[in-house]
């Protein structure tokens, strides 16, 4: 059972109250849980949708909610009820965090908006994940990863680079947003730690990808007047892609006068001549560089590549599935799956990306069966 007793890493001793679902929200926490946190999963009597999306040994464990709820209580609450609001207004008083994705005038009717739940907790953390933020227009209106993709421009960006408008193959605002949503609480609770100040934070999915695709996308269209359109070209180059080789694919970036000057002596390509020889005047016909270094890949075996671009510090990497990722030796020399006991069998889960040298984080547990630990969380709370 998961509680903030024994917990390590740089979060141990945060209680979070999590009343999120799917992913954006739960992959936040997650993160929060393996690095010591407490985070108590409010759930509904039917449980997180995620429960039912994937394959999974037993029903309500799906793959998808194993993965972004392990190491969490479970607590059912009906929080239609006023028993199930009495106790979360209890559980409330004992948390740092407050972490929702209702929209805003859900949270508001059930009774725990910010100022509802910080006349509880003056300095608590609250954190809303909206699709939009309420501030505008679009504020109630739903949103999922796929309408956000296409929204904020990605599906765009899919076409300029295949010729298709078209959704990439993760759910990338979800996730994207998720770790927004992680690095605004975590500031707000540098600032409270400082301080002493609690406050309410707001996440959109909308913003969060707007933010997210501008990065680069914006580049002309960045001045005023613009000098150019919205799009990176190189991102969008038609012939950006895996090079085929003589026996599979290969990833490769030849890209920075350094990498193309050892490209072009090791291999002495016919068309590498003087008018492609700086990073300006290649970026300026990018298109027809990937083309030209296109018919070169395809002259040798992937390994043949691999071994030649190594050698010479030039950025490069075979192709591998999702799958694979399993048994990738450098994820398995560094430990990074974690295999975690469950009542219906071991999993191996994809550990913690980052490392802490005095407080590490850890693989939080095995996902929660829903309401397990309502009994247990809700009998420890003090008595008023």
Same mark, same amino acid.
């Given at each position: 059972?998961?509680?903030?007793?024994?917990?390590?890493?740089?979060?141990?001793?945060?209680?979070?109250?999590?009343?999120?679902?799917?992913?954006?929200?739960?992959?936040?926490?997650?993160?929060?849980?393996?690095?010591?946190?407490?985070?108590?999963?409010?759930?509904?009597?039917?449980?997180?949708?995620?429960?039912?999306?994937?394959?999974?040994?037993?029903?309500?464990?799906?793959?998808?909610?194993?993965?972004?709820?392990?190491?969490?209580?479970?607590?059912?609450?009906?929080?239609?009820?006023?028993?199930?609001?009495?106790?979360? !207004?209890?559980?409330?008083?004992?948390?740092?965090?407050?972490?929702?994705?209702?929209?805003?005038?859900?949270?508001?009717?059930?009774?725990?908006?910010?100022?509802?739940?910080?006349?509880? !907790?003056?300095?608590?953390?609250?954190?809303?994940?909206?699709?939009?933020?309420?501030?505008?227009?679009?504020?109630?209106?739903?949103?999922?990863?796929?309408?956000?993709?296409?929204?904020?421009?990605?599906?765009?960006?899919?076409?300029?680079?295949?010729?298709?408008?078209?959704?990439?193959?993760?759910?990338?605002?979800?996730?994207?947003?998720?770790?927004?949503?992680?690095?605004?609480?975590?500031?707000?609770?540098?600032?409270?730690?400082?301080?002493?100040?609690?406050?309410?934070?707001?996440?959109?999915?909308?913003?969060?990808?707007?933010?997210?695709?501008?990065?680069?996308?914006?580049?002309?269209?960045?001045?005023?007047?613009?000098?150019?359109?919205?799009?990176?070209?190189?991102?969008?180059?038609?012939?950006?892609?895996?090079?085929?080789?003589?026996?599979?694919?290969?990833?490769?970036?030849?890209?920075?006068?350094?990498?193309?000057?050892?490209?072009?002596?090791?291999?002495?390509?016919?068309?590498?001549?003087?008018?492609?020889?700086?990073?300006?005047?290649?970026?300026?016909?990018?298109?027809?560089?990937?083309?030209?270094?296109?018919?070169?890949?395809?002259?040798?075996?992937?390994?043949?590549?691999? %071994?030649?671009?190594?050698?010479?510090?030039?950025?490069?990497?075979?192709?591998?599935?999702?799958?694979?990722?399993?048994?990738?030796?450098?994820?398995?020399?560094?430990?990074?799956?974690?295999?975690? %006991?469950?009542?219906?069998?071991?999993?191996?889960?994809?550990?913690?990306?980052?490392?802490?040298?005095?407080?590490?984080?850890?693989?939080?547990?095995?996902?929660?069966?829903?309401?397990?630990?309502?009994?247990?969380?809700?009998?420890?709370?003090?008595?008023?």
């Amino acid at each position: 059972m998961a509680s903030s007793q024994g917990r390590r890493g740089p979060l141990a001793g945060l209680r979070v109250l999590d009343l999120t679902a799917m992913v954006m929200g739960p992959y936040c926490t997650q993160i929060m849980a393996d690095m010591g946190a407490e985070v108590i999963k409010i759930e509904p009597p039917e449980g997180d949708n995620t429960r039912y999306i994937s394959v999974a040994p037993v029903p309500g464990k799906s793959g998808v909610f194993a993965n972004v709820n392990r190491g969490k209580r479970s607590v059912v609450l009906d929080l239609r009820s006023e028993a199930g609001k009495a106790a979360l !207004r209890a559980l409330v008083k004992t948390a740092d965090v407050f972490i929702h994705s209702m929209r805003g005038k859900a949270i508001a009717r059930l009774g725990f908006d910010y100022a509802q739940v910080a006349a509880l !907790r003056p300095d608590i953390v609250y954190t809303n994940c909206y699709g939009y933020s309420r501030r505008g227009p679009e504020a109630d209106q739903p949103a999922y990863d796929d309408t956000i993709q296409a929204e904020c421009g990605l599906t765009a960006v899919q076409q300029m680079l295949t010729g298709e408008p078209g959704f990439v193959g993760t759910i990338m605002a979800d996730k994207v947003a998720g770790l927004t949503v992680l690095y605004a609480t975590m500031m707000a609770l540098f600032h409270r730690a400082r301080s002493g100040e609690g406050q309410e934070v707001e996440v959109g999915m909308f913003e969060t990808m707007a933010s997210f695709m501008l990065v680069e996308h914006a580049n002309g269209a960045l001045f005023t007047p613009p000098l150019g359109a919205a799009h990176y070209p190189r991102a969008v180059a038609r012939n950006r892609r895996p090079y085929r080789t003589r026996d599979g694919h290969i990833a490769a970036l030849i890209y920075n006068d350094k990498h193309w000057s050892l490209f072009v002596e090791a291999v002495k390509p016919d068309w590498a001549t003087p008018e492609l020889a700086t990073l300006a005047q290649r970026a300026q016909c990018i298109d027809r560089v990937y083309g030209l270094l296109a018919q070169t890949f395809a002259q040798r075996s992937t390994q043949q590549w691999l %071994d030649l671009l190594r050698e010479l510090g030039i950025p490069a990497a075979p192709l591998r599935t999702p799958g694979e990722l399993f048994d990738n030796a450098h994820l398995n020399a560094i430990g990074f799956f974690e295999s975690v %006991d469950t009542p219906q069998g071991q999993m191996r889960f994809p550990g913690v990306p980052t490392w802490f040298s005095r407080t590490p984080g850890a693989v939080a547990g095995a996902p929660p069966e829903l309401g397990r630990d309502t009994r247990a969380v809700l009998e420890a709370l003090p008595q008023d």
